[in-house]
């Protein structure tokens, strides 16, 4: 909880005390207006979770290169059993990465509220892939959850993005919890250690 509260939560504030001040100074490239353009902006929103997660699988790839791994990404994989707080529990470093796809409103059409929104997404979204089950389910109504992201923390060299991202199909990194898949994962291992 302390990395997670402390590095996490400073780190994200610091990012959109920084971000909202450069959008009051007009540091922004390309600030936007609610009524300038309001179909962009409701389009932006639902791209924002979709962006986040390319982020996310680039940046976690990045974290796994051994000399950021044994400097920062250490930490959060001594969470081998996952809670909804072991998510933002994250060296300084890594969370420098993790939260800076904020840096991408610097750079296109955007407003302000799009930076919290994003900066919130990336704040709440570890929890769904850290609390341990595989859906949420009230009723008829039910949520997938991530589950494939705590095969990630069992075997480390998989599952490194989110299910609704081609990454993982497309490097061959892709565990499904299957014998099968625990093979394909060790074949690739072995020919990478060769």
Same mark, same amino acid.
């Given at each position: 909880?302390?990395?997670?509260?402390? =590095?996490?939560?400073?780190?994200?504030?610091?990012?959109?005390?920084?971000?909202?001040?450069?959008?009051?100074?007009?540091?922004? #490239?390309?600030?936007?207006?609610?009524?300038? =353009?309001?179909?962009?902006?409701?389009?932006?929103?639902?791209?924002?979770?979709?962006?986040?997660?390319?982020?996310? &699988?680039?940046?976690?790839? #990045?974290? /796994?290169?051994?000399?950021?791994?044994?400097?920062? /990404?250490?930490?959060?994989?001594?969470? *081998?059993?996952?809670?909804?707080?072991?998510?933002? =529990?994250?060296?300084?470093?890594?969370?420098?990465?993790?939260?800076?796809?904020?840096?991408?409103?610097?750079?296109?059409? =955007?407003?302000?509220?799009?930076?919290?929104?994003?900066?919130?997404?990336?704040?709440?979204?570890?929890?769904?892939? /850290? *609390?341990?089950?595989?859906?949420?389910?009230?009723?008829?109504?039910?949520?997938? *959850?991530?589950?494939?992201?705590?095969?990630?923390?069992?075997?480390?060299?998989?599952? &490194?993005?989110? #299910?609704?991202?081609?990454?993982?199909? #497309?490097?061959?990194?892709?565990?499904?919890?299957?014998?099968?898949?625990?093979?394909?994962?060790?074949?690739?291992?072995?020919?990478?250690?060769?």
């Amino acid at each position: 909880m302390f990395f997670g509260i402390v =590095s996490g939560c400073g780190i994200w504030t610091f990012y959109e005390v920084l971000t909202y001040w450069m959008f009051a100074n007009g540091y922004v #490239l390309f600030p936007v207006e609610w009524l300038e =353009s309001p179909i962009y902006i409701a389009f932006l929103f639902l791209l924002i979770p979709h962006i986040r997660a390319h982020h996310f &699988y680039f940046t976690h790839r #990045l974290t /796994h290169w051994k000399p950021l791994y044994d400097a920062a /990404h250490y930490l959060h994989h001594k969470n *081998t059993n996952t809670g909804p707080w072991s998510g933002l =529990s994250m060296h300084p470093i890594e969370h420098l990465l993790y939260l800076s796809g904020v840096f991408l409103h610097w750079v296109i059409p =955007s407003h302000p509220i799009h930076a919290c929104f994003h900066l919130l997404h990336a704040g709440i979204s570890p929890t769904w892939g /850290h *609390t341990g089950f595989n859906r949420i389910q009230v009723n008829k109504f039910r949520i997938d *959850t991530n589950y494939f992201h705590y095969l990630h923390h069992r075997y480390f060299e998989c599952n &490194y993005g989110n #299910l609704d991202m081609p990454w993982d199909h #497309l490097f061959g990194t892709f565990h499904d919890g299957s014998q099968e898949s625990k093979k394909r994962m060790g074949a690739r291992l072995r020919e990478r250690n060769k």
